[in-house]
């Protein structure tokens, strides 16, 4: 059974930093492409940025260009995503999704994820 779990959210200042993690189990981890969503309260889930199979390619949404970093440990079976200079724009719940895939490539949109977590809530004060 495939579980992702997110930790790392939480309260933070506007201009602080967060690093949330998404621990998988229950498939070979090196093998799935990596994506981090949130969703505001009110709005559509949106793409935060994604990471493919090795970590060699990264891509992110324009708003956090700059701001956030998308890492993975395929040792550890886990997928970071650093964010600093943080706004409270950002307040969102924070999920990862996996998704198998024998290409380098990165998807950006949630139909193209089979698996998803629970979430890790972000807020972000001014």
């Known amino acids: 059974q495939v579980q992702l779990v997110e930790s790392g959210g939480g309260l933070v200042q506007a201009g602080g930093s967060l690093r949330l993690s998404c621990a998988a189990s229950g498939l070979t981890f090196s093998t799935y492409r990596m994506g981090w969503f949130r969703q505001a309260p009110g709005k559509e889930r949106e793409f935060v940025g994604g990471?493919?199979?090795?970590?060699?390619?990264?891509y992110y949404t324009d708003s956090v260009k700059g701001r956030f970093t998308i890492s993975r440990d395929n040792a550890k079976n886990t997928v970071y995503l650093q964010m600093n200079s943080l706004k409270p724009e950002d307040t969102a719940g924070y999920y990862c999704?996996?998704?198998?895939?024998?290409?380098?490539?990165?998807?950006?949109?949630?139909?193209?994820?089979?698996?998803w977590g629970q979430g890790t809530q972000v807020t972000v004060s001014s």
């Open positions: 990471i493919s199979r090795s970590g060699a390619n990264t």
């Open positions: 999704a996996a998704d198998w895939t024998l290409s380098s490539t990165i998807a950006t949109t949630a139909n193209e994820y089979k698996y």
